[in-house]
């Protein structure tokens, strides 16, 4: 089975606790899953990356962004998604292409999925849940299509 890094900063905890229900999705499909902040990601060594960042007036984290741009994330798979107000439940609104249109120019490997998540709280706190956790199942599935693909090789 493949690993999956996940890749991420946060300032007020939402996305910390979003990278956890991505885990839970993926690994209920059986992945393997790390988790590292933007910051202190060293090894790279893995089939699919998962990035991710809040807004804060308009720009991804800077950790992430310099992330983004490592030279050794060259050729390696990555799904990409945002973290804000305007990204209710992965709909694509004008907002939200803008956003994941700036991590996907500054990001130095292969853009395989992109996508966005509420801050959702309060009521909605459960389907942001399952949304995120469906996210994680998906992210395991092109995973493992990589894999069967680089064994077929
Ligand atoms: C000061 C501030 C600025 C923000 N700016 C934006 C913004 O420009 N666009 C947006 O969609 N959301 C914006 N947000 C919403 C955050 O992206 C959202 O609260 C997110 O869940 C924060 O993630 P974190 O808790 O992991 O840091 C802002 C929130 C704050 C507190």
């Known amino acids: 089975m493949g690993r999956i890094l996940l890749?991420?900063?946060?300032?007020?905890g939402t996305t910390d606790e979003i990278i956890?229900?991505?885990?839970?999705?993926?690994?209920?499909?059986?992945?393997?899953?790390?988790?590292?902040?933007?910051?202190?990601?060293?090894s790279l060594d893995?089939?699919?990356?998962?990035?991710?960042?809040?807004?804060y007036n308009e720009r991804p984290m800077k950790s992430v962004r310099d992330f983004l741009r490592r030279d050794d994330l060259r050729n390696k798979?990555?799904?990409?998604?945002?973290?804000?107000f305007a990204g209710v439940f992965?709909?694509?609104n004008f907002m939200v292409r803008r956003y994941l249109e700036e991590l996907k120019r500054l990001c130095?490997?292969?853009?395989v999925k992109q996508?966005?998540?509420d801050s959702a709280s309060g009521p909605w706190r459960k389907?942001?849940?399952?949304?995120?956790?469906?996210?994680?199942?998906?992210?395991?599935s092109i995973m493992r299509q990589q894999h069967t693909a680089l064994e077929a090789a």
């Open 46 to 55: 893995y089939d699919l990356i998962v990035v991710g960042t809040p807004i």
């Open 108 to 111: 130095t490997g292969t853009v």
């Open 90 to 92: 992965g709909m694509r």
């Open 127 to 140: 389907l942001n849940r399952s949304v995120c956790a469906d996210f994680g199942k998906e992210i395991a």
């Open 20 to 42: 956890g229900w991505i885990k839970d999705g993926a690994e209920s499909q059986g992945a393997s899953v790390d988790i590292r902040m933007a910051h202190t990601a060293r």
């Open 77 to 84: 798979r990555v799904a990409l998604f945002v973290v804000c």
């Open 115 to 117: 996508t966005s998540f």
């Open 7 to 12: 890749v991420y900063d946060t300032k007020g």
